[in-house]
């Protein structure tokens, strides 16, 4: 397996999302991946984003629960500096259901010039074992893209 570097980006209100973040870190040091930061899509590291090769964006869904769902925070994610050309992956936290929320938020980090590669909707009441799927997803598929 060839060794990558992740940052984990990260829009939260109430705490769900900034968890989730921290849970895909730990899983992916577990899978041997380099961590190098955690923050939040508004103070964004931006040493920590140079030396990633891959990019997590992700956030939460806002809408009427079952209709209207949109990614939260789509201006401050697409003001993020310096991901043009990486690769990137999107995960966002709902209470119910997600609707297109990864879609247009894939969009939205596509828009910045990375490489999206894929997606999770994490359901915040399983935020431990959907993050470790997340991450066992993403350590199984990126290396072959690099
Ligand atoms: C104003 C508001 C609207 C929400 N709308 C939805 C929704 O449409 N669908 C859904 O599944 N969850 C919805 N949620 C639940 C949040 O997406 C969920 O609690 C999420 O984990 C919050 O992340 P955070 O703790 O990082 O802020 C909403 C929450 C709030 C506060």
Redesign the pocket.
Known sequence: MVPMKAVIL???????????AELIATNLQQEGWGITGVCPVRRPEMAAIQDADLVVVG???????????QP?GLGAIGHLPAIKGKLAATY????????KTLDRLDTAVAGLGATVIGGLALN?MKLYDHAEEFAARLTANVPAQV
């Open positions: 990260f829009e939260s209100l109430t705490g769900n999302t900034r968890k989730a956030t939460w869904v806002h809408g009427l629960f079952v209709v209207g769902q939260w966002c936290t709902f209470a119910l259901n997600p609707g915040r």
